[in-house]
């Protein structure tokens, strides 16, 4: 079923009822203790634990978006349930992550984000909602029509002062490779005029690349890889759309638009994920990773 541009805000309004009303529960379980459970996905821990909190997000973003799904006989992948491969069908899919940030949640109770994404059937996303539940930022993209911070239009800018910000997981920290990651950034940092970099670890995907579009020049990235992982469809797929209309780069370590509906598989590993202010900086960074 085509969705038409007029449909678009409709839909758009739902998401974000649904991110906002998932974001109110997850702020209920900030200060509580919270079983953690293990789960079969990619080779980080970051993707292998599962709570309560989640799957009740998860819930609750159903609900909010289940006459959409009727209406316009949408597909839905979310990271909790098994992908029925129903998004490879229909022309388009609801790409949900209930609590992208898991690990910050249960550890530092910051860093985390709802986040949930209409997809077309060709990969490309058409809507963008983040909601970070601790700073009540709601973030918000339709194709073609701009970006919204909190109901008021966004345009990036680029700070002055010299320095690149370099974005990275919780888990960053502990990265075996992490200070050959560090050169590595440095290197494409003084390549295109950068006088440092700064290094800031502590939140999950969805909510780093957020970061890049509100604080940059900035970047954020997963390179290729060889095992299964490096984030899945669901933590890029609403920030890609927020990338599209803010005109900054959201692409693989190819250059090549984002794949956010691949046949094999859900993660992202093969073909990289580069979130940057600019364009020079992305090729900096693709360069010095290969």
Known sequence: MTITSGELPHLADRACLAATEAGALISRYRDRAVAVRSKSAGDSLASQVVTEVDERSEAIILRVLEPTIRQYDLAVLTEERMDDRRRLEQDYFWCIDPLDGTLPFIRTGTGFAVSIALVRKDGQPVIGVVFD???????????GAGIQIDGQPFVPSL???GRLKFFCDYTFPAHPKREMIIRTVEAAAARTGFTGVEVVAGA???????RVLEDGPACYFKAPKTKAGGGSLWDF???TCLFAEAGLHARDFSGRPLDL???ESTFMNHRGVCYASTVTLAAALHGATH
């Open 133 to 143: 539940p601790v700073s009540g930022q709601l973030y918000r993209a339709t194709a």
């Open 159 to 161: 700070r002055t002062d």
């Open 204 to 210: 999950g995907a969805v909510l780093n690349a957020c």
């Open 237 to 239: 797929a609403a920030t």
């Open 261 to 263: 509906n691949p046949a």
